[in-house]
């Protein structure tokens, strides 16, 4: 199964979105910062699941209907950081879905995730990661578990990492740096975590039109 994430830099990259689908022809593909009302209803194979409606700037996740069929969706609202309180950029900063694998039989939750802005505490933001897998779970006990997205995580990554296994969950970055807008704040923003898959790599795309390059994240179930 491959996962494509990104970031659109307040929709900016939309516009890439039908020739990344076709270079990398995803499973499923993970979007945030996202205009939601201007998102279309297909993008090549790929059929729009759904997209948070509280945001200005949304997430959205789109799937192969050929290969899954939803069985049920959900948005989140995570803690809030003061960035959120006075700009009110996000609320929802999740959406999940459960899909089951048509050929398989077998179900699974796959999730669009965007943290809290680098304004925040890397322990706000460990606290919004840990209550979105919890939330994520609700969706179907037990079943295997995917999120990707913007995590707002440079540096400290070992204490990240710490976080998420204590939480029963692996942490998969990229292989090379997905945020390249300015020298200073350079690193993997982008990555995965996940339990009962098996993450054979995750792949940084070429650089478009957003601060952030795409992931794509290649995985099977475990």
């Known amino acids: 199964m491959k996962v494509i994430s990104y970031n659109l830099r307040k929709h900016r990259a939309a516009g890439e979105l039908v020739a990344l689908a076709t270079a990398h022809d995803p499973d499923i593909l993970c979007l945030q910062e996202c205009d939601v009302a201007h998102l279309p209803e297909r993008i090549g194979d790929l059929a729009l699941a759904d997209a948070t409606q509280g945001n200005r700037l949304g997430l959205a996740m789109f799937y192969r209907e050929s290969a899954f069929r939803l ?126 898959f098996e993450i054979e790599r995750v792949t940084t795309l070429p650089q478009g039109s957003s601060d952030h390059r795409p992931i794509l994240v290649t995985a099977r179930l475990d």
């Open 71 to 196: 069985q049920g969706i959900r948005t989140i609202g995570l803690k809030k950081s003061l960035h959120d309180r006075i700009a009110k950029p996000a609320h929802e900063r999740v959406l999940g879905a459960r899909l089951r694998d048509i050929d398989a039989g077998r179900e699974f939750i796959a999730a669009s995730f965007h943290a809290a802005p680098l304004t925040a505490l890397n322990s706000l933001r460990r606290h919004q990661i840990r209550a979105a897998l919890t939330e994520l779970a609700t969706l179907g006990e037990g079943l295997p578990q995917l999120m990707v997205g913007d995590y707002n995580y440079p540096v400290f990554k070992e204490n990240l990492g710490h976080a998420v296994r204590e939480h029963g969950y692996a942490l998969t970055l990229s292989d090379d740096h997905t945020y390249t807008r300015y020298r200073v704040f350079r690193g993997h923003y982008d990555f995965a975590t996940s339990a009962g």
